[in-house]
């Protein structure tokens, strides 16, 4: 093999074979890597002996070939790869046959449980190791002697955040990041249902709801382009004015309809009463190293709550500092009018002064996605959400008003639901003004149609469209093939099969211990479980492989086919509930066989 990108390639293959064919190929691999390798060498030793320097050739100078052997070959049972590179350098592959009823990996699951998505974190983390199971899975995982379990009972979003805080609880773990490995397929035909996949989650929500004529104003300059027609009259008519704040009361006037705002700084505006009420388009979060009843850490800094206080101990906040759910249904109007259009939003997280630079930009970045995700699973288009930033602000305290993400816009937008305003209404969508109109629908525009949702090859058709406690009620009565978790006015499902993989880093080069807790069932026999714990990365063996590949000598061996490096040793072995091995040693050549060919060279 050329690299070990074909190691991976190959090990990918094993996983369709069974264990029968595994070792009949290598055992067979390994006779015919001896072959040519014998053959090879008695190749060299011609060619030396039919090159002469004077009247001497190579071989009668002295010079001879080596002959390799495989001295010892011991085949058991296994599935579980393990390879070395001279001596110092291992490479791990460790295929789990539990994973599906057929007892296979898919292609795309073998790439998931390989993948390093967060290898960045290796800058700062001495030691990585991932933990990967069914999102179903009950049995436990011990990590230093502490069991740990997915409990699904909590819902399918809390039970990670559940697991990951428990995986933080040992002082030795620096940072926990998951990933989640589903179908992604999904077939929406509802208007009245927003559905993707986010983050390996389906996520359901209901989007603003609009049921009268509709349009977008844009407004660029405030001080050209200035008359708007509401429907291409005279009539129905306002001028823009110096801002928005001022622009608004007359376009509520001329409308008489439902008129809302957003600015460009990221505020909603809208009616209440005789006042127009601002809202900022602002997320606040939790200190991110809370500790709970218990004085264990928890990792809080990029997670969502609503209605909540979320000062913490030390804050210099003497006012309550909350995300009230009203701003929900004011992001899903603002998501009407990115889905419609081709505007895009910037979104920036914020934290407070009082962490170190390099963790606060990190955690900053996360803010940012934590608030792009909430977007996107309330039907946003991500392609909508044009940059995502971090920074942060504030004086070097604790202060929960500076941890937060927001949102800001390209332009000042006035909304129209209903009133005077028409698809007529002008300065047109294709218009050349910096004031115009990029949206303008009729009421029909927004009828659903087909209540038909198909995720993979599963179609689920709802009886009711009218709230997502319906929705959730109609899949819970067709299937228990998913995990559920209605969160922030959007419910999540996740498919019972799904991989689930925790990335768990330290600071200590030396591996924290993680294995499976032995589970058994009530005839005491040991449950199945579909868990696999690799290591990702480690500093001490980094460093020798470092060292290693400073050495061009090397075996790489797998599947029984062998690719010769002038090495001088070569171990191979099968690690599981049995394994495989074999060695190679350098021999002389056969004294009789050098003999024979001088002898030729004498006649």
Same mark, same amino acid.
């Given at each position: 093999?050329? $690299?070990? &990108?074909?190691?991976?390639?190959?090990?990918?293959?094993? =996983?369709?074979?069974?264990?029968?064919?595994?070792?009949?190929?290598?055992?067979?691999?390994?006779?015919?890597?001896?072959?040519?390798?014998?053959?090879?060498? #008695?190749? @060299?030793?011609?060619?030396?002996?039919?090159?002469?320097?004077?009247? /001497?050739?190579?071989?009668? %100078?002295?010079?001879?070939?080596?002959?390799?052997?495989?001295?010892?070959?011991?085949?058991?049972?296994?599935?579980?790869?393990?390879?070395?590179?001279?001596?110092?350098? $291992? #490479?791990?592959? /460790?295929?789990?046959?539990?994973?599906?009823?057929?007892?296979?990996?898919?292609?795309?699951?073998?790439?998931?449980?390989?993948?390093?998505?967060?290898?960045?974190?290796?800058?700062?983390?001495?030691?990585?190791?991932?933990?990967?199971?069914?999102?179903?899975?009950? +049995?436990?995982?011990?990590?230093? +002697?502490?069991?740990?379990?997915? &409990? =699904?009972?909590?819902?399918?979003?809390?039970?990670?955040?559940?697991?990951? $805080?428990?995986?933080?609880?040992?002082?030795?773990?620096?940072?926990?990041?998951?990933?989640?490995?589903?179908?992604?397929?999904?077939?929406?035909?509802?208007?009245?249902?927003? #559905?993707?996949?986010?983050?390996?989650?389906?996520?359901?929500?209901?989007?603003?709801?609009?049921?009268?004529?509709?349009?977008?104003?844009?407004?660029?300059?405030?001080?050209?382009?200035?008359?708007?027609?509401?429907?291409?009259?005279?009539?129905?008519?306002?001028?823009?004015?110096?801002?928005?704040?001022?622009?608004?009361?007359?376009?509520?006037?001329?409308?008489?309809?439902?008129?809302?705002?957003?600015?460009?700084?990221?505020?909603?505006?809208?009616?209440?009463?005789?006042?127009?009420?601002?809202?900022?388009? !602002?997320?606040?979060?939790?200190?991110?190293?809370?500790?709970?009843?218990?004085?264990?850490?928890?990792?809080?800094?990029?997670?969502?709550?609503?209605?909540?206080?979320?000062?913490?101990?030390?804050?210099?906040?003497?006012?309550?500092?909350?995300?009230?759910?009203?701003?929900?249904?004011?992001?899903?109007?603002?998501?009407?009018?990115?889905?419609?259009?081709?505007?895009?939003?910037?979104?920036?997280?914020?934290?407070?002064?009082?962490?170190?630079?390099?963790?606060?930009?990190?955690?900053?970045?996360?803010?940012?996605?934590?608030?792009?995700?909430?977007?996107?699973?309330?039907?946003?288009?991500?392609?909508?959400?044009?940059?995502?930033?971090?920074?942060?602000?504030?004086?070097?305290?604790?202060?929960?008003?500076?941890?937060?993400?927001?949102?800001?816009?390209?332009?000042?937008?006035?909304?129209?639901?209903?009133? /005077?305003?028409?698809?007529?209404?002008?300065?047109?969508?294709?218009?050349? /003004?910096?004031?115009?109109?990029?949206?303008? &629908?009729?009421?029909?525009?927004?009828?659903?149609?087909?209540?038909?949702?198909?995720?993979?090859?599963?179609?689920?058709?709802?009886?009711?469209?009218?709230?997502?406690?319906?929705?959730?009620?109609?899949?819970?009565?067709?299937?228990?093939?998913?995990?559920?978790?209605?969160?922030?006015?959007?419910?999540?499902?996740?498919?019972? !099969?799904?991989?689930?993989?925790?990335?768990?880093?330290?600071?200590?080069?030396? =591996?924290?211990?993680?294995?499976?807790?032995? @589970?058994?069932?009530?005839?005491?026999?040991?449950?199945? $479980?579909?868990? %696999?714990?690799?290591?990702?990365?480690? @500093? !001490?063996?980094?460093?020798?492989?470092?060292?290693?590949?400073?050495?061009?000598?090397?075996?790489?061996?797998?599947?029984?086919?062998?690719?010769?490096?002038?090495?001088?040793?070569?171990?191979?072995?099968?690690?599981?509930?049995?394994?495989?091995?074999?060695?190679?040693?350098?021999?002389?050549?056969?004294?009789?066989?050098? =003999?024979?060919?001088?002898?030729?060279?004498?006649?």
């Amino acid at each position: 093999m050329a $690299d070990i &990108k074909d190691f991976k390639e190959g090990a990918n293959i094993l =996983q369709n074979v069974d264990v029968g064919n595994i070792f009949t190929s290598l055992a067979l691999g390994i006779a015919e890597a001896q072959e040519k390798l014998d053959n090879n060498s #008695v190749a @060299q030793i011609i060619k030396l002996s039919e090159q002469k320097i004077g009247d /001497k050739s190579l071989l009668e %100078l002295g010079f001879v070939p080596a002959f390799y052997a495989f001295t010892e070959a011991n085949i058991n049972a296994s599935i579980s790869l393990k390879m070395a590179m001279k001596e110092s350098l $291992d #490479v791990n592959v /460790k295929l789990n046959a539990s994973y599906t009823n057929d007892n296979s990996l898919t292609k795309d699951q073998a790439e998931f449980i390989n993948s390093n998505k967060f290898s960045k974190g290796y800058n700062e983390n001495k030691s990585s190791k991932s933990i990967t199971l069914k999102a179903s899975e009950t +049995n436990k995982v011990k990590i230093e +002697n502490e069991s740990i379990a997915i &409990k =699904q009972e909590e819902g399918c979003v809390k039970m990670i955040e559940k697991f990951e $805080d428990k995986v933080l609880e040992n002082e030795k773990i620096s940072e926990v990041l998951h990933e989640i490995h589903s179908e992604q397929t999904i077939e929406n035909k509802s208007k009245k249902l927003n #559905v993707s996949v986010v983050n390996g989650y389906v996520c359901i929500s209901q989007p603003h709801i609009v049921s009268t004529d509709y349009g977008v104003l844009k407004i660029t300059d405030y001080a050209t382009d200035l008359e708007i027609k509401l429907d291409g009259g005279n009539t129905n008519k306002f001028n823009v004015i110096t801002d928005l704040s001022t622009t608004l009361p007359v376009a509520n006037t001329a409308n008489t309809g439902i008129v809302y705002g957003f600015s460009k700084d990221g505020t909603y505006w809208e009616l209440d009463g005789a006042v127009w009420k601002q809202t900022k388009l !602002e997320i606040f979060f939790k200190h991110d190293d809370e500790r709970d009843v218990t004085n264990k850490a928890i990792r809080l800094g990029d997670r969502l709550y609503f209605d909540e206080d979320v000062r913490t101990a030390g804050d210099v906040n003497t006012s309550v500092v909350k995300n009230n759910s009203s701003l929900l249904a004011i992001l899903k109007k603002l998501n009407t009018v990115l889905g419609l259009t081709s505007e895009t939003v910037t979104i920036v997280g914020e934290t407070d002064s009082s962490g170190k630079d390099a963790y606060n930009e990190k955690l900053g970045m996360r803010r940012a996605m934590a608030f792009k995700t909430l977007l996107t699973k309330l039907g946003c288009n991500p392609t909508s959400i044009g940059e995502t930033k971090a920074k942060a602000g504030g004086d070097d305290v604790k202060n929960a008003t500076n941890r937060r993400a927001s949102i800001t816009l390209p332009a000042d937008y006035i909304v129209f639901e209903g009133g /005077k305003i028409k698809t007529t209404a002008t300065p047109e969508i294709n218009a050349i /003004k910096k004031n115009k109109f990029i949206v303008l &629908k009729e009421t029909a525009f927004f009828v659903s149609g087909d209540k038909t949702i198909r995720y993979g090859q599963t179609a689920i058709n709802f009886t009711t469209e009218d709230s997502l406690t319906n929705v959730e009620t109609d899949l819970k009565s067709k299937s228990n093939t998913y995990l559920f978790e209605n969160r922030h006015e959007v419910l999540h499902l996740l498919h019972k !099969e799904s991989l689930l993989k925790f990335s768990v880093f330290t600071k200590d080069a030396s =591996q924290i211990k993680i294995e499976k807790e032995e @589970q058994r069932d009530e005839n005491h026999d040991i449950k199945e $479980d579909s868990i %696999l714990i690799n290591e990702v990365f480690n @500093q !001490e063996s980094a460093s020798k492989r470092d060292v290693s590949n400073s050495d061009t000598g090397s075996t790489v061996a797998i599947g029984g086919s062998v690719d010769v490096r002038y090495a001088r040793q070569f171990e191979m072995s099968m690690e599981g509930n049995a394994s495989m091995s074999a060695k190679m040693v350098a021999l002389p050549p056969p004294e009789g066989f050098t =003999q024979f060919i001088l002898k030729s060279l004498e006649e």
